[in-house]
């Protein structure tokens, strides 16, 4: 039997596929995206967490962007690799707008599927975007 982080693992690497295809095809809409993944070998509630997380990113595109065009200096959030932008936009979702996991864990987490899934630079781009956001956000120690 697979932990629970190796459960929400394979869940961010299914939110990951299914929100790139949106990025990449701004034509489909989320059901249509979802209804046509293939769940064969999925253990129970990973692509119910998949799902939470990529109508969880659509529905706070705006806020993300906002977040982004703020954090990334001399780069507007279109012309970042795709899947950077769609790494980043999880961990954005799921630590900083929905609080759902601990902010460590989801920058952990977008840094190993930045390695995975982006290119030779992925890993320390998406860290150090996420790093300059958490430190802008987190409310100051006193």
Wanted: aromatic share 6%.
């Amino acid at each position: 039997m697979s932990s629970k982080s190796q459960l929400r693992h394979r869940s961010r690497e299914i939110a990951l596929q299914l929100i790139y295809q949106l990025d990449i095809r701004p034509s489909a809409n989320v059901d249509e995206v979802i209804e046509l993944y293939p769940l064969e070998g999925e253990a129970d509630g990973v692509f119910d967490y998949a799902c939470e997380l990529v109508r969880g990113v659509m529905d706070n595109l705006d806020t993300i962007s906002d977040l982004l065009r703020e954090n990334i200096i001399g780069w507007r959030p279109e012309r970042m690799v795709a899947v950077d932008k769609v790494v980043i936009s999880i961990a954005l979702y799921e630590g900083v707008i929905s609080k759902k996991v601990p902010i460590a864990v989801s920058i952990s987490e977008a840094v190993v599927l930045a390695k995975v899934f982006g290119t030779a630079e992925s890993g320390r781009f998406v860290n150090g975007v996420l790093g300059r956001i958490v430190r802008k956000e987190e409310p100051p120690l006193t």
